[in-house]
Structure formats: C-alpha cells, structure tokens
C-alpha cells in the first residue's frame, strides 16, 4: 500500500498563501488520480481538489476555484497544492489521497473512492 505523507501547513493571514506537498512512495505514483480533501473542526471531510494521473486534468470543488491550483511532479512522486488568496474558512486539516484509477471522470469525489490517504496537515488562516 503507497504511504502519502503531506508538508507544508502552517499558519497564514487571510489573503496570504501556502503550497502544501504530499511526498508518495512506490513505483507506480503515475497511474493513479490525486486527490485533496480537508476536513474543519466539528465539520467532515470534503473534497477540494483531484488531479489526473498525467497531471492533464483538474477538478475543484467551487469555494475554491481560481484560488487553488492541484499539479503533480511523477517524477518526484509528490502531488501539491498551491492555495491563494486564503480566507478563514480554508482553515482545516488538508489531507492527500490517491484515487482507484488514473481518471477524475466516472466517479464521485467521495472518500470511498479515494483508497490510501495521508495523515493531513493543518492549514489556519487568521483574519
């Protein structure tokens, strides 16, 4: 089973930004769609963002939409998420998670569709 471990959370003002990382291990990274979800206190997870397993297509959920940017690097193992123009309510826990197949088509962006998942990294945004 691939491990995912996530980086880069931290504390930011509203209207700052952050780039959270998830480092994969195992050799075919590429064959699977990414995906991040965040979970905010006393709320359950939801879907932010999922990446094809080429990096050529994109989804996102749309409370984020022009500010958040999913990429991967195959060669790298690691999929990021480039997150601007943060507003109090991105303030979660960010969670990667690698998808069943290699699309972001035929499926919903639901968590029973999304097998190995990271151990998250907390993003607060202060006002």
């Known amino acids: 089973q691939v491990q995912l471990v996530e980086s880069g959370g931290g504390l930011v003002q509203a209207g700052g930004s952050l780039r959270l990382s998830c480092a994969a291990s195992?050799?075919?990274?590429?064959?699977?769609?990414m995906g991040w979800f965040r979970q905010a206190p006393g709320k359950e997870r939801e879907f932010v963002a999922v990446i094809s397993g080429s990096g050529a297509y994109t989804y996102y959920t749309n409370s984020v939409k022009g500010r958040f940017t999913i990429s991967r690097d195959n060669a790298k193992n690691t999929v990021y998420l480039q997150m601007n123009s943060l507003k109090p309510e991105d303030t979660a826990v960010y969670y990667c998670a690698q998808g069943r197949t290699s699309y972001t088509t035929g499926y919903t962006y639901t968590e029973a569709n999304f097998g190995s998942w990271g151990q998250g990294t907390q993003v607060t945004v202060s006002s």
């Open positions: 195992g050799r075919t990274f590429s064959s699977y769609a």
